[in-house]
């Protein structure tokens, strides 16, 4: 006579690579806020202003003759969706700053279409953060905020701004678009930082 | 396909702030100043919550996010809503 005692057998493990709350999907959803920008890549810069308001800009030709790194990493939507194993292609965000005279602790994602996030400087720093120009092999599509999206996978993806054109460096934290209507301000996934309190 | 509706796509969102149906109200845009019905606004749905955009110069207008037990309503990029009440 066997003896099954409930729970046992078909307990569900959550899938450890996915954070609380998320599922997965293996397709790459494509959320908007607004209408697509169409940036043609030889049209395309990027400025890094600091507190000072000093501003230095580099095209896309000045990115693509910067070493870039390939990166596999899994990205966490806070719409709930995860998606494992993606591949990027982008040059550190910590190599447009090498040079640059800061005392900032925080910083704004600019983006064409007006799109704005505010991430902590020490979270694009390090291999943590990427100016990405392509994915999974091609150029990143407008729908997935080509030509250059800023990538910083170890927080929810709104923090990884679409048609990135910019970073304003800030010596106080301020709101983005999505935090100031609710979002977190840090929006880390595996502490579930959806909205603010959480 | 990142496809736009229209701003009755807001009328389920908005009844549980407000206790009247705003897609009838009229909003005007802080962008431009133009003034139509909030069901005639542009409506970005596929999104950490919902984002409408004035019709004449797509600048955020209103948007709602709707947390588990929360709701926020920014209303910033509206000059006034001019809601119809029945007369006194
Ligand atoms: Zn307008």
């Known amino acids: 006579m066997a003896i099954v005692s409930p729970g046992f057998h078909g307990r569900r493990r959550a899938d450890p690579d996915l954070p609380p709350g998320q599922y997965l999907t293996t397709d790459f959803p494509v959320l908007s806020a607004g209408p697509t920008p169409r940036v043609p890549a030889d049209r395309w810069q990027f400025t890094v202003t600091t507190e000072t308001g000093a501003a230095t800009t580099w095209t896309w030709a000045d990115l693509t003759a910067m070493p870039a790194r390939d990166v596999t990493v899994d990205i966490h939507c806070v719409t709930k969706w995860s998606k494992l194993g993606t591949t990027w292609r982008g040059v550190p965000v910590s190599a447009f700053l090498e040079d640059v ?9 600019h983006s064409y279409g007006g799109y704005t996030t505010n991430l902590p400087l020490d979270d694009l720093l390090d291999d943590q953060a990427w100016v990405a120009y392509r994915y999974d092999g091609d150029d990143i599509t407008p729908e997935h905020g080509g030509p250059v ?3 910083v ?17 800030m010596l106080e934290d301020s709101p983005g678009f999505w935090e100031t209507a609710g979002y977190h301000d840090y929006g880390d996934p595996w502490r579930e930082q959806r909205y603010q309190g959480d | 396909m990142t496809a736009s509706v229209d701003g009755n796509a807001l009328a389920g969102a908005l009844r549980e702030i407000f206790a009247v149906d705003v897609t ?16 005639q606004l542009t409506v970005w749905a596929h999104a950490p919550g919902l984002v409408a955009r004035c019709p004449g110069c797509s600048d955020v207008v209103l948007r709602v996010v709707r947390g588990p037990d929360r709701a926020w309503l920014d209303l910033r990029g509206t000059v006034a809503l001019e809601v119809a009440l029945p007369a006194e």
């Open chain 1, 101 to 109: 005279d800061t005392a900032a602790d925080y910083a704004m994602a």
């Open chain 1, 149 to 151: 999206r800023l990538l």
């Open chain 1, 153 to 169: 996978p170890h927080l929810y993806f709104w923090k990884s701004a679409k048609w990135l054109r910019g970073l304003t460096l």
């Open chain 2, 24 to 39: 009838a109200a009229v909003v005007r845009c802080c962008g431009c100043g133009q003034a139509g019905a909030v069901a």
